[in-house]
Each structure stands twice: as C-alpha cells, then as structure tokens.
C-alpha cells in the first residue's frame, strides 16, 4: 500500500515539474481520454495521461484522433516559450522542423524566440556596459577626492593605485591593502556601490586594513644583545599580538609596520592560538630566511 501511495505521489509531483501535452484523444466506452498514445497492438492501445499509462481494450474505442509528432513537439514548445523558458522551447520548435521541415508554425515560433534571446542577450550585455560605466565613474570619483582607487577583488575591496601627495598617501595605504571595515561598515557582503559611497562621503575617513608583508629576518645589535628578527616588538594583549616598537632601518621599518598593528597570523599560523614565546620564536627564526606576516590596522584619511 505505502509503495502505490509513494508511486502515486512521485507521479503527481511529476506532472507539476514536467510538462504534459494532450496530443491524442481516444473515445473509449463512452468516455474522452486524453493523452499520448505510446504503445499499439491488435487489441490494445496504451495512452499515457496525467495520472500513468493507461491500457484500453480497443474492442470499446469509439475514435482515434491523433496529433502528428510536429505538432506535439511545436504543443511543448509553445508550454516552454510560455513559462520563459525559450532555450527549451527553441530544441522542441527545432524537433518540429525536423520531423516536418516545411512546418510554418514551428518556423515562425522558432524566430519569435530567437528574436526574445537575442534581445535579452543585448540588454544584458548593455546592462554590463552601464554597470561597468558607473563602477568608473565611482572610481574616479573616489581617486580625485582621496587619491585612492580599489577594486573588488574575488569577494574583497583592496587597493589598487595610492596617488602620491594624496591624502591616502600621507594615511600611509598602500597597494593591495584589504579594507576590510569603512567607518562602522564591515566590508563583507558589501556592494561596489555603497563601499564608494562610503569612501567618499565620510570625513574623516577611518579604515581598518589587513595588510600582507614578507620579510627577511636579519642580525641586529640592541642593548648589547645580538638578536635575530624583523626588528619589532610584541606584546599580548588578551588574545590580540600587538607591536609595540619598530626599531628604525630594520625590515620592519623599512616595510611600513608601526606601533599599534596587530599580528593576525605569521606564517599563517593564527597568532590567537600561540602564546607569547611561540609567536616571537615563528619572528626571530634563521638569519636571512623569510617570514610572512598578516597585519591589522586603523587608519585615518583625513
């Protein structure tokens, strides 16, 4: 009883989904069938309806009345080209024509969708167009006020051009600078569109930035002491690895890192999960050898 009840749902979602065109009409005992006539034999005809095949002794068919096959690929055609599905409907008008190639109907039809694709395509592509147009006007815009232009880059806003003298110049942002928060606004999931916005409208405008530098770990001489590192300074605070002194000329220096970043990972190992000795051992590892470190900042535009 379950499997007739399932079989008996699976086919009713079915009729839902796919389309069903009445192509053959059978009067049978009385009654008007109608369907797709899928199997004949002597004495029995097979017509597939709504609700599953059905088997009919032909002894109590009355008629017969049946569509030829371009008309019932020209029928699905036109159920597609209703739902706005012209793709589908352009492979059963075709089906059409190859059965019947002299079928004006299907050839008319076949037009009319192409025509309503080919349409869609260039309203697409002119929507691309001004999409792509606005998108350089909001960068201009933003480079001529703060001398910054970015771009979204797989999912993130990051810097693409600093103009020297700018005011995003003196801030100190650099090239493939991730701006990960504007103001108050987290950049995730943000538009193109509202991240200009913000970029241009506030004032001052302060930005928290991730940055990536790659450094090479040198011998320094401070207070008497020979160390190896990049020349910083770091402290915990709770879980946060905060620089708190860049020695001057050191990699470090040279690379921009000031007090008051924060180290999120080295080596992209998360600094959140090492201790103190951990995270200043992955720093001073061997002399001339490299480190990757992924710094957090605040940064203000004036």
């Excluded at 005992?29 to 097979?46: A, N, P, Q, R």
């Excluded at 109590?60 to 739902?83: A, L, S």
């Excluded at 160390?227 to 040279?254: H, T, W, Y």
């Amino acid at each position: 009883m379950r499997k007739i009840v399932l079989a008996v749902t699976i086919l009713f979602i079915f009729s839902f989904i796919a389309p069903f065109i009445f192509c053959d009409i059978v009067y049978f005992d009385g009654k008007k069938i109608e369907g797709e006539i899928v199997e004949e034999t002597e004495s029995t005809i097979v017509i597939k309806t709504t609700i599953g095949k059905v088997t009919l002794d032909k002894e109590k068919v009355k008629e017969i009345k049946r569509t030829r096959p371009e008309e019932n690929f020209f029928k699905k055609g036109n159920y597609y080209f209703e739902q706005n599905k012209y793709d589908a409907a352009i492979d059963y008008y075709n089906r059409a024509l190859e059965v019947n190639p002299d079928y004006t109907k299907a050839k008319e039809a076949l037009n009319r969708a192409r025509r309503i694709i080919e349409k869609e395509e260039l309203g697409k592509l002119l929507e691309v167009r001004r999409i792509k147009e606005k998108r350089e006007k909001a960068k201009e815009k933003l480079e001529k006020k703060r001398g910054l232009v970015i771009d979204e880059i797989d999912g993130e806003f990051k810097v693409v051009h600093v103009m020297k003298n700018s005011a995003s110049y003196k801030a100190q942002l650099k090239d493939c600078d991730h701006i990960i928060i504007i103001g108050d606004f987290h950049t995730k999931d943000m538009s193109f569109e509202k991240a200009h916005e913000l970029l241009v409208e506030k004032s001052p405008l302060f930005l928290t930035i991730e940055r990536e530098v790659n450094l090479v770990r040198k011998r320094f001489t401070y207070k008497k002491r020979s160390i190896v590192g990049v020349g910083i300074f770091v402290v915990k605070d709770k879980q946060d690895l905060v620089i708190r002194g860049v020695l001057k000329n050191s990699p470090a220096d040279e690379t921009g890192l000031k007090a008051e970043d924060i180290i999120l990972n080295i080596d992209s190992r998360d600094c959140k999960s090492l201790s103190l000795d951990e995270c200043e051992a992955l720093i001073s590892d061997g002399e001339l050898t490299t480190v990757n470190i992924l710094i957090k900042r605040v940064v203000t535009v004036k």
